[in-house]
């Protein structure tokens, strides 16, 4: 039974033709040479490569005519298109789709017509190879039909190969991330609105560091090996019949023919579980690659042929969302993705707020001494007010900008603001050390007490008026160059705390080796320490341990009167929090510090 030709195939038909701009290209050689052996193979006067437009014929190579092309509505290659075949017409005059034909009844008065498919690599036929003549030809039969299907087949080749290029991964032969833009642009194009849902799933492979040090060792040919072991599954997995896409390094893409549910998901715990299995490398290595799939909706209700490219974005995030999940794969989800995108919005607004002098400014907490209560410091906190988001919440903006480049550009205004404040109130008669918190990205840098150094000379300040914060992590990929630097620091007279202590890596060798001025233990022991137990105890280790080691310790996050209390009595040195005052600005704080010190004198 013959499936007929349908309006939505013709539509992906003409789409294919389109992409391989060749109707109004070059002639080419190859071409040319197919026509010639075909027209002297066959003894034909004609011999044509055809491509069959929305409106014309075009005649993409000729022999026997100087025409360049015919209207669509006159071509015999049209009927081998719907039909499928290779089509041979004995005699056109006797075949009621043709008698009327003009190129039949009116010169060149065609009789015989014989025409084979041109297909491109996804199996569209866009043309033909015809031989015709203006005799009939009772000794064209079925070996030389077979003839000319057999030409037909070496210029689809050579088409094929002509449209593969840059659409063929050559490491792997499998598809590229332009051939799958192009195959989801036309299903998209197919079914207009009224098909299934699809899922796009890409697969994200990681090589652990014993597949680095072996490519150190043997070279980069045991990755081929790694990646086409990592094909060979999927395609097991998948069917051999399934088309891959490589669209990344270590990452690979499938469309799925099935409905997002629970048949899905537990297809796709078997597959990530399958690609997880070790495999033995080409030198006897025992490897296990780590591998999770991110999955897209492919909607025709809702996604257009334009929206190929964000479809594989939302599969390539959901990949990124599976390596923080539990199952090895996770489905795009609009509101994880509209945070990240966020993310990249303030690191592109980032930098305009850093020129600009009305979104960036600090406030300060204060730094109560719980032997006297006196305020005898404060702590510099970044804020920002985003002109069109409103604020950002500070550790919204410090992780947006930790990992990049105006990391130092941020830390390095936060120290000139902050140092200018400070060196504005000891004009004023207020001589407060201020705080400044350091990323991860300063810790590295080597120049970083060269920065801080140039600050307080810039502003005429001596290095105690400054004290520097940072976290225990921050410091595990290079602990001696973080050492040097601190010492360097406490030469100079700056003091330094470790933040957050208690919920890092809490290594008491580093503790020793650092020998930081402060230890700060973090507000989550803090806040519930008039009610937590078990914290209490580890509070008051934390503070014998850290007088022992010789450190001072600063209790942040203190709220209410019986924490203060309890730290007093363990002997925490110093306390932050709202029990004392909320981070304000500079102004307030000048003014809060004088009110205290009337209080104390009252």
């Not at 202590?501 to 507000?523: E, H, M, P, V």
């Not at 078990?534 to 996050?557: F, K, M, N, P, Y």
């Not at 102004?587 to 205290?596: H, K, Q, S, T, Y």
Request: with cysteine; net charge negative.
């Amino acid at each position: 039974m013959t499936i007929p030709y349908t309006a939505a195939d013709e539509a992906e038909r003409l789409d294919a033709l389109y992409r391989l701009d060749l109707i109004h290209g070059p002639s080419d050689p190859a071409l040319d040479r197919a026509t010639t052996l075909a027209a002297r193979l066959f003894d034909m006067p004609i011999s044509l490569i055809t491509l069959v437009d929305r409106d014309r014929q075009w005649f993409k190579s000729r022999v026997g005519t100087t025409a360049h092309g015919t209207p669509r509505a006159h071509s015999f290659c049209l009927h081998a298109i719907e039909d499928n075949r290779l089509l041979v017409v004995p005699d056109l005059t006797a075949d009621m789709r043709f008698a009327n034909n003009p190129l039949v009844s009116e010169p060149p008065h065609i009789r015989f017509y014989a025409g084979a498919p041109i297909r491109t690599i996804d199996g569209h036929i866009v043309g033909t190879l015809c031989v015709m003549s203006d005799e009939l030809r009772p000794d064209f039969g079925h070996e030389q039909a077979r003839t000319l299907a057999d030409l037909a087949a070496l210029v689809s080749g050579w088409l094929r190969m002509r449209e593969s290029a840059g659409k063929m991964d050559p490491a792997t032969g499998i598809f590229t991330r332009q051939r799958l833009l192009e195959r989801l642009g036309t299903l998209l194009r197919r079914t207009r609105g009224t098909g299934p849902e699809r899922l796009l799933g890409v697969v994200d492979v990681a090589l652990h560091r014993q597949m680095h040090e072996l490519i150190q060792v043997l070279g980069h040919g045991h990755a081929e090996s790694f990646i086409a072991e990592c094909i060979e599954r999927l395609a097991g997995a998948l069917g051999r019949d399934q088309p891959l896409y490589r669209v990344g390094l270590f990452r690979f893409a499938v469309i799925l023919d099935e409905q997002p549910g629970e048949r899905t998901a537990a297809r796709l715990s078997d597959l990530v579980k399958t690609l997880r299995k070790p495999f033995e490398s080409d030198v006897g290595v025992l490897l296990a690659p780590d591998t999770v799939m991110g999955m897209a909706r492919i909607d025709p209700g809702t996604d257009r042929a334009g929206d190929a490219v964000e479809i594989l974005r939302r599969a390539s995030v959901a990949a990124d969302d599976a390596w923080e999940g539990e199952w090895g794969w996770a489905c795009y989800e609009p509101g994880r993705d509209e945070r990240r995108q966020r993310k990249i919005q303030l690191l592109a607004d980032l930098a305009t707020a850093l020129r600009a002098t009305d979104q960036l400014y600090l406030v300060y907490q204060p730094k109560i001494a719980t032997v006297d209560n006196r305020c005898i410091g404060v702590e510099a906190l970044l804020r920002w007010q985003h002109p069109r988001l409103g604020f950002i919440p500070p550790a919204e903006l410090i992780e947006a900008a930790e990992k990049t480049a105006l990391m130092r550009s941020l830390t390095d205004w936060v120290l000139d603001t902050a140092l200018a404040q400070s060196a504005a109130w000891r004009r004023r008669g207020l001589a407060l050390p201020v705080a400044v918190n350091l990323s991860a990205y300063d810790i590295a840098d080597e120049n970083m007490v060269e920065r801080i150094a140039q600050r307080l000379a810039f502003h005429s300040l001596a290095g105690d008026s400054l004290e520097v914060e940072f976290t225990e992590s921050m410091l595990i990929h290079d602990l001696d160059a973080a050492t040097r630097q601190l010492k360097q620091l406490h030469a100079m007279g700056v003091a330094t705390a470790i933040d957050d202590f208690g919920t890092g890596y809490c290594n008491l060798s580093y503790i020793q080796k650092l020998d930081a001025s402060k230890i700060k233990i973090d507000r989550q022991f803090v806040q519930t320490l008039d009610t937590d137990e078990r914290g209490q105890t580890l509070t008051r280790a934390i503070i014998r341990l850290a007088h022992d080691l010789g450190h001072s310790v600063v209790a942040e996050g203190v709220e209410n009167l019986a924490t203060l209390e309890l730290l007093v009595e363990w002997g925490c040195d110093q306390a932050q929090g709202y029990l004392f005052s909320r981070p304000i600005r500079a102004d307030a704080l000048f003014d809060w510090c004088r009110a205290r010190e009337a209080s104390a004198h009252d």
